[in-house]
């Protein structure tokens, strides 16, 4: 893989944000899980918990490669552990349809985004393991997919309004534009725009929640 060397601590920060992202899916997912009496459902969200667990050990032993052995470059982001905190009270009141929104839809959405965009990076520098790149991509895409789709459903079914779920995830949309602000730094250094990651991210939600 061709990384320049003054891209490889920048890079290891932003895999890093990615580590956490994932462990927080996976946490998340695994509750989510407990909380849905559909077995579809159910047998859906404990496969990304697996899913997303790998991903974070795979994105982990990147850092491990680009960083300095003992470093810790793991970046400063409250928003971040905000969003976590949020979600983790959303599952534990029973929230199902805020979480969905939250994880799947918003922040799948977001990590698949970089993830897009870093997989053109590393494609023009000739990065292997290729296919393990296009899995973990179609994945996170499955992810993002199922989350619009379940609440598509309870959105018709009359289970769930637009409106209760736009008010319910209102500090979580400004928590994401504050973790961008946070990589901002991180993406000039690798000459990447960190607006066109978030404007990304903003056309992967659904019409019904951005209007």
Same mark, same amino acid.
């Given at each position: 893989?061709?990384?320049?060397?003054?891209?490889?601590?920048?890079?290891?920060?932003?895999?890093?944000?990615?580590?956490?992202?994932?462990?927080?899916?996976?946490?998340?997912?695994?509750?989510?899980?407990?909380?849905?009496?559909?077995?579809?459902?159910? $047998?859906?969200?404990?496969?990304?918990?697996?899913?997303?667990?790998?991903?974070?050990?795979?994105?982990?032993?990147?850092?491990?490669?680009?960083?300095? *052995?003992? $470093?810790?470059? &793991?970046?400063?982001?409250?928003?971040?552990?905000?969003?976590?905190?949020?979600?983790?009270?959303?599952?534990?009141?029973? *929230?199902?349809?805020?979480?969905?929104?939250?994880?799947?839809?918003?922040?799948?959405?977001?990590?698949?985004?970089?993830?897009?965009?870093?997989?053109?990076?590393?494609?023009?520098?000739?990065?292997?393991?290729?296919?393990?790149?296009?899995?973990?991509?179609?994945?996170?895409?499955?992810?993002?997919?199922?989350?619009?789709?379940?609440?598509?459903?309870?959105?018709?079914?009359?289970?769930?309004?637009?409106?209760?779920? $736009?008010?319910?995830?209102?500090?979580?949309?400004?928590?994401?534009?504050?973790?961008?602000?946070?990589?901002?730094?991180?993406?000039? &250094?690798?000459?990447?725009?960190?607006?066109?990651?978030?404007?990304?991210?903003?056309?992967?939600?659904?019409?019904?929640?951005?209007?």
């Amino acid at each position: 893989m061709l990384v320049r060397p003054n891209e490889r601590a920048p890079l290891a920060r932003l895999l890093q944000f990615l580590v956490q992202g994932e462990r927080l899916a996976h946490e998340c997912a695994r509750a989510q899980a407990a909380l849905t009496a559909d077995p579809l459902t159910r $047998r859906f969200l404990l496969s990304q918990a697996r899913q997303e667990a790998v991903h974070a050990s795979v994105f982990q032993a990147a850092v491990a490669w680009l960083a300095p *052995r003992g $470093r810790d470059d &793991s970046p400063a982001l409250p928003a971040l552990a905000r969003y976590r905190k949020l979600l983790e009270d959303a599952n534990r009141a029973g *929230r199902f349809y805020e979480t969905i929104l939250a994880e799947q839809v918003m922040l799948e959405g977001l990590g698949e985004a970089i993830l897009k965009r870093l997989e053109d990076g590393l494609v023009k520098r000739g990065a292997g393991f290729a296919r393990l790149r296009r899995i973990l991509l179609r994945q996170e895409e499955a992810h993002h997919g199922f989350g619009c789709r379940l609440l598509e459903r309870a959105i018709a079914d009359g289970v769930v309004s637009p409106e209760s779920l $736009r008010l319910s995830v209102q500090e979580y949309f400004a928590l994401t534009d504050a973790i961008m602000a946070a990589l901002g730094e991180l993406f000039d &250094s690798i000459h990447e725009d960190a607006s066109a990651y978030a404007a990304d991210a903003k056309r992967s939600l659904p019409a019904w929640l951005v209007q």
